[in-house]
């Protein structure tokens, strides 16, 4: 069945290029035909983009980003390097920039991050903390931040990352001086700062059932039992083509839910060895599709965003050398055949 689609997916697409329909951007197209976000509407869904702030003086590229999608997460805007460069001192222009964008075009904004190892100020990680000065610290920039962007985001990544492989716990600044606590501690005082917005957890490597996923479903499970403020959980789905697709994803949004949990699929992208041959672009596409469909078959899954939208402003080349072509446009911005199986999968043409 995978296999046949597989080469469904190269044939409508090779049609579609061959017929002149979309080989340019939908923004090109003067919307003569409903975007993703449209299509994921029509499901009670979003779906949106990250991007980042040295990316919006290209014009091309922030026309799509505010036609296509209906939500942003800044990539790096909101965190903590960012947000608070020097112990005390805020400084909120970067995720303000993008919220004012995102304002403007009537998108709706995911938070990310408040609580994260990776990405601090040198003022925060060299040098030694007691437990009480850092759970201070942490109070004061977390509940800082989410009342600075109270009413202007839906949800928040409080905690990023917060597992190894294995289900056992990251061995961050946080955990290393507070403990397993400090989840909690950081759901309740974001809660305190923002009685609205929706809280998740966040991680990649948790799309499919096992050690790691089974243990955000464990710590879930604990915090809901408290009373602690958790929405949500955020499963980044940060793909490569090589090592498999992760086939108890819809079983693993349900259990989920069946906690009484939303969960979002955050960070998409999925990325192959280069070159990209037709069969990679073909087998990428039905895994967007794959992942779309898993989201809309249950109901608590409330949306999709591609961790940037264009392979021209992607991460992936940097971190993994010789990988790329992760995103369902390419670096002209020209939609490949992964946009046109995200049409599929919402439903459009």
């Known amino acids: 069945m995978r296999k046949n689609r597989l080469r469904l997916v190269g044939a409508v697409t090779a049609l579609l290029v061959a017929a002149g329909i979309g080989v ?12 993703l976000a449209d299509l994921a509407q029509r499901h009670g869904r979003y779906f949106g983009s990250a991007t980042d702030n040295p990316e919006l003086v290209d014009e091309p590229y922030k026309a799509l980003l505010g036609s296509e999608f209906d939500q942003i997460t800044p990539g790096n805007g909101m965190k903590w390097y960012a947000t608070e460069p020097e112990q005390g001192v805020f400084d909120f222009s970067k995720g303000d920039e993008i919220v004012n964008l ?16 990776s990405q601090l100020p040198e003022w925060l990680t060299e040098r030694e903390w007691t437990a ?52 909690a501690d950081a759901l309740r005082w974001a809660h305190q700062a923002d009685p609205r917005v929706k ?41 490569a083509l090589q090592y498999g697709y992760p086939s108890t994803l819809e079983d693993n949004l349900r259990r989920f839910s069946r906690l009484g949990l939303d969960t979002a699929l955050t960070e998409v992208d999925i990325r192959m060895q280069l070159p990209a041959t037709e069969e990679k672009l ?24 591609l ?43």
């Open 24 to 35: 340019g951007s939908p923004a090109q197209a003067g919307h003569q035909q409903p975007t």
């Open 102 to 117: 995102a304002r403007a075009n009537r998108q709706k904004v995911r938070g990310h991050t408040l609580v994260w190892h």
């Open 132 to 183: 009480p000065e850092l759970r201070a610290v942490l109070k004061k920039h977390i509940q800082t931040e989410v009342r600075h962007y109270r009413g202007k985001v839906f949800a928040w990544d409080v905690v990023n990352e917060a597992f190894n492989e294995d289900g056992t716990y990251r061995e961050s600044v946080f955990y290393k001086t507070l403990g397993p606590g400090y989840i």
């Open 199 to 239: 809280l998740y957890l966040n991680d990649y490597n948790i799309e499919g059932i096992g050690p790691k996923s089974d243990a955000y479903y464990k710590l879930a499970k604990e915090l809901k039992a408290k009373g602690v403020p958790l929405h949500g959980i955020g499963l980044q789905a940060h793909l």
């Open 282 to 305: 073909a087998q990428q596409a039905e895994w967007y599709r794959d992942l779309t469909e898993a989201c809309l078959a249950v109901r608590r899954c409330v949306g999709v965003t």
């Open 307 to 349: 961790w940037d939208y264009t392979d021209k402003y992607s991460w992936i080349p940097a971190f993994f050398p010789g990988e790329g072509a992760a995103l369902p446009w390419d670096e002209q911005l020209t939609p490949k055949p992964a946009y046109f199986a995200l049409r599929e999968a919402l439903g459009g043409r």
